[in-house]
């Protein structure tokens, strides 16, 4: 009995096994493989290109230099979205390059794309708390009649959650809620920038300008 089983079940395998050989499959899976590796290698690649021409961008003292290479690393950006669309970092280059350039509502929505559920399982918790800083203090920057302010705070709330050693995270939050008048929260907010980093003039300047 057993034996028929056995036999039974080395001809069912050999059947899929045969199957497989004749269209062709161990073979295009091997292709798809290595398409993905090559792929994702090309990507990484010009990720690391344009993060060297944005570093670039920014230490340019030239105002037509430092455009002309923040071009250059969001195009470098695009080039590894189209190998890798679930890479949240690339999102962030883009959208730094953006507002290199002055972008800023096309720079949100590329911090919109890398924040997505979809891109974000990429990035580390830290990694996560830096790009919704990153988006906070973008809002702000385009914050016209005070319309930003409670989605930065919503995004720099949750920073503080995922990464609470950025000094800078809790300093914005404290001026986001010292716009909106909630004194005891902004107040609340630097002592934690305190903690962080006790030699933050910011957070020192803020206290004393708050009546701590």
């Known amino acids: 009995m057993w034996t ?5 079940g080395a001809m069912i395998l050999v059947t899929i096994f045969m199957f497989l050989a004749m269209h062709d499959i ?22 690391v290109l344009g993060a060297q021409l944005l570093a670039q961008a920014r230490s340019s003292k030239s105002r037509s230099s430092t455009s002309s290479l923040a071009k250059q690393a969001e195009s470098e950006a695009d080039k590894a979205i ?18 290199l350039q002055g972008f800023k509502t096309s720079a949100l929505d590329s911090f919109d794309v890398a924040l997505s559920p979809l ?15 990153k988006r906070a203090e973008l809002k702000m920057t385009m914050n016209r009649r005070g319309s930003q302010v409670d989605s930065a705070i919503d995004d720099l709330t949750k920073a503080v959650e995922l990464s609470a050693d950025n000094v800078k995270t809790f300093c914005l939050l404290g001026e986001c809620y010292e716009m909106k008048k909630m004194k005891a929260e902004a107040k609340a907010a630097f002592e934690e920038a305190l903690k962080v980093e006790p030699s933050s003039k910011v957070a020192r300047a803020a206290l004393d300008r708050l009546g701590s």
């Not at 028929?4 to 039974?8: G, K, R, V």
């Open 119 to 133: 891109a974000a399982k990429s990035l580390t918790d830290k990694e996560r708390g830096d790009a919704l800083f």
């Open 82 to 99: 189209s190998l890798d669309p679930k890479d949240a970092a690339v999102y962030i280059l883009k959208a730094l390059a953006l507002d």
């Open 26 to 47: 161990p073979q295009k899976i091997f292709k798809k493989i290595r398409y993905r590796n090559r792929a994702d290698f090309q990507a990484k690649h010009h990720f």
């Open 4 to 8: 028929d089983l056995l036999l039974q």
